[in-house]
């Protein structure tokens, strides 16, 4: 039997990216969506997907294909993208000037998860950032049921022991584990 509850997902893209890498698939976000539904016996949930993404001509590839994966996200499977472009840091060190990326999304999630707080029951987070642990306490506190899904290469221990429960992302079913990673060509010098 379906609960009454209502489930928040919030998504760290860049550490999903992580376990995806490791597993050597695309995650299939309808089935992990489906997964996380009969998993608490739940049907209402709302996704927040945070990504950073490069800014246009600073990649040899076209990133057509980025937004596209965004806008599907957005209209396909009505989740909330919330994303930014990568910060670009000019470093000069021993070694002579370097570009160093940065796009950070904890603050946005973490003020999301407070916004909406009276919205749900149920918070997952996918992320193993240790700084989100301030967060999960805070919710606990306040009677939310929080869970963490996250991969044991990319984990921190205080938060997966801080949150009510912790899944293994790479543990989960082959289901909802989509095509497989293709490495892009590297353009000859």
Sequence with gaps: MKSNK?????IDASNL????????????????????KRQFGLNRIKVFYYTAYPAEGTRTYSLDAKHKFFTFLKKGLKFVVVKKE????????????????????????????????QSYDIAIFFTGDSDFLALVSYLRRRGKKVYIFSS??????????????YFEILDLSEHIWGKELQHRESKGV
């Design 6 to 10: 209502t489930i928040h997902v919030f």
């Design 17 to 36: 990216w992580q376990a995806q890498k490791s597993k050597g698939r695309f995650l299939d976000y309808q089935q992990l969506l489906e997964h996380i």
């Design 86 to 117: 990568l910060k670009r840091i000019s470093i000069i060190d021993e070694f002579g000037e370097s570009i160093q990326e940065k796009g950070n999304m904890d603050v946005e999630m973490t003020i999301d998860a407070i916004h909406f707080f």
């Design 152 to 165: 044991k290469n990319n984990i921190s221990q205080e938060l997966r022991t801080g949150a009510n429960g």
